[in-house]
């Protein structure tokens, strides 16, 4: 498994993905994405990454290649993110959490009757320059002053999602809730805002 990982990074890394990017499409951590396309170069890994990371390597192609399977997904996720009221905006965490984001909005608006709108979010892990922040795209709704919804294909350590969560306060909009299609990190609250997984992955020993 390890070997098909690395060689996917590495074909990755060469159509000019960058290491967040490739982690997205992988749905590993940034670390495990830069552990595998090291490994693919050869170059010595640093001393606390020698070993392999402890990671699980998630596969939804069979869903993301489905837009009706990804609309029955969305509407368990929408029905998770209601039992904290409803939002305003639903922020999809690009590039992954953005289809789900947009079936919710969808959902929600044929549930409720009420328009949701639908916003952007750029994390940090997917820029080039390491000086670069997180934010919210300016093509979609304005989250200003909004009751939000925060929606990811899956958590691995939390940070995007801190990292978003920050960029929404700043901004004074709420966050109600986090959903996630699969939480492989077992988190029931990211900076008290609680967290809605339809899957939950739990490591033994």
Known sequence: MNQELIKKANELRNRGFTTGEIADELNVSKDTARWLTLQST???????????PVDFAINWESLGGSSARMRYVSAAIA?????????DVIVGIAV????????????????TGIETALAVFH?????KDEDAKGAISSN??????????????VITSGRTIK???????DQDAVPIAVTVLIDKKGISKVEDVPVESLIRVSRLG
């Not at 992954?96 to 549930?111: C, H, L, R, W």
């Open 163 to 169: 990292e978003v969560i920050k960029v929404l306060k």
């Open 123 to 127: 994390p940090k892990k997917h820029r």
């Open 42 to 52: 050869g170059k010595k890994v640093e001393d606390k990454n020698q070993e392999t």
């Open 140 to 153: 979609f709704a304005s989250v200003e002053g909004k009751r939000v919804v925060i929606v990811d294909d």
């Open 79 to 87: 029905d998770m993110a209601l039992k904290h009221g409803t939002a």
């Open 96 to 111: 992954s959490g953005v289809p789900f984001a947009t079936m919710m909005a969808d959902v929600i608006d044929s549930e």
